[in-house]
């Protein structure tokens, strides 16, 4: 053991001493990459900090899959020159609900998954329970598709909305919405986490927890284990990685329960990373609502610094026009990221080519860092994609596309991070790109 710890630091003695740095092979790093370079990188080559933090990670056959499937071009070849990899953990890979495309969403099986993915932050939507305790999921009410309550008749009938079968005469679909807000977190930690479906067709409850999209898969959703949020934070920490809490809109009235208002909730979310001893600058913490990045700006400067406007004014509101005076108007209220979906960055030029859309050449150019969401969410891309690729859907044919899509928005429009529902893509373009 002595003669192998010696020959390991005379190895990375060696390494430290004369390896290249990633980037332009000058031994500098150009661009987005060397601003946003952890200090404790510097110095380093970025795969030896993140060997030494975490390790090589196992991508699987996906990433290859589509490197075969793009198109014949330079990005293509300049792909394949690392298809031998080694890789290893990337902050610009980001696990949507972990790895949603196949394990069920905000489970410690799908954020295993991720984090094997390399995926270098991870990402707990935050809703609470009946007795205000804090827990991972997409919405306060979508225990019904993401959950097994249903088959749980003393859980299942304390659902806002009960279970009500579709009624083919009318044509009437099959409903039912049960919330966290509904449970105690004892009965919370009951349940187990499925693939996000549901059957509008079902005339039982058992028929509605089924509708698994023939692209996903329920091979991995036997009995997906739930977490509250500060299990997230313990596990994600366990596993490497780092931290991106949504807090999520109530489907409640707030102050809920007459005493839990929403500025308990967005502090008890904060509070949990102080409590468990996490760092703010591992930790971006966002939401929908600007109020709540605001809040954290205001009432929390060091998790506040790189909190995360998720922008969807492009889509909730008639009147919005992405123009530098309203990028300007966010970074003068504090705010430095924001993160509106795929398709509000990316438009298609006069020859059909993929380029930065107005909101991303603005906000670039007010000083805001951009993350992005959601890659490999819609489905196959042979049709031209679904909602995430809504403004370029003419230039999209195959699931290659998505390194396409991923490559413009990394180097055209300089976004520092993307969240994917297969983290193991990102990670395989982030790695030989060297982001």
């Known amino acids: 053991m002595k003669k192998q710890l010696i ?12 390896a290249a740095f990633a980037g332009n092979g000058t031994g500098k790093e150009t661009g987005r990459a060397a601003h946003h370079k952890h200090p404790a990188q510097q110095g380093k080559p970025h795969w030896l900090f993140n060997y030494i933090k975490g390790g090589a990670v196992q991508l ?9 499937e793009l198109d014949d071009s330079a990005l293509k070849q300049a792909l394949k020159q690392c298809e031998k990899g080694p890789f290893f953990k990337t902050d610009f890979s980001i696990g949507h609900r972990g790895a949603a495309l196949q ?7 799908s954020y295993q998954a991720a984090a094997t993915q390399g995926a270098g932050i991870i990402e707990c939507d ?6 205000k305790q804090l827990v991972c999921r997409h919405s306060q009410c979508d225990l019904h598709t993401t959950t097994n309550i249903l088959d749980i008749p003393e859980l299942a009938a304390k659902c806002s909305v009960p279970f009500t079968p579709a009624d083919p005469l009318s044509g009437t679909p099959a409903q039912a919405s049960c919330c966290t807000s509904d449970i105690t977190l004892a009965e919370f930690k009951s349940l187990c986490g499925k693939m996000d479906a549901f059957n509008p067709a079902a005339t039982t409850a058992q028929e509605y927890m089924q509708g698994t999209a023939d692209w996903r898969t329920d091979l991995y959703a036997t009995c997906g284990t739930l977490l509250t949020h500060a299990q997230s934070i313990e596990l994600i920490k366990e596993l490497g990685a780092k931290f991106t809490p949504e807090l999520k809109s109530p489907s409640v009235e707030m102050p809920f329960e007459g005493d839990y208002s929403q500025q308990d909730y967005a502090q008890q979310m904060i509070d949990e990373y102080k409590a468990a001893g996490i ?4 930790v971006w913490p966002q939401s929908f609502d600007l109020d709540d990045v605001k809040f954290w700006i205001e009432q929390n400067p060091a998790f506040g610094r790189q909190a995360v406007f998720l922008d969807a004014r492009m889509y909730e509101s008639n009147d919005f026009s992405p123009t530098l005076a309203s990028m300007e ?3 003068n209220q504090g705010v430095n990221i924001v993160a509106p979906p795929m398709w509000a960055l990316l438009t298609l030029d006069n020859n059909g080519n993929l380029i930065p859309s107005e909101y991303a050449i603005n906000a670039r150019a007010a000083g805001l860092d951009i993350i992005t969401w959601t890659l490999e969410r819609d489905g196959p891309l042979s049709g031209g994609g679904g909602w995430y690729h809504q403004s370029i859907r003419d230039a999209i044919n195959n699931d290659g596309d998505t390194l396409r899509v991923l490559h413009v928005l990394a180097q055209d429009v300089g976004v520092i991070g993307v969240f994917s529902d297969w983290p193991a893509t990102t990670t395989y373009y982030a790695n030989c790109m060297g982001l």
């Open 103 to 109: 394990f069920p969403e905000h489970t410690r099986e």
């Open 7 to 18: 020959a390991v630091g005379l190895i990375l003695s060696a390494l430290l001493s004369g």
């Open 60 to 68: 699987g056959p996906r990433p290859f899959y589509l490197l075969e």
């Open 126 to 131: 935050v809703t609470f329970t009946k007795d």
């Open 329 to 331: 108007a966010l970074k």
């Open 279 to 282: 760092a703010p600058h591992q």
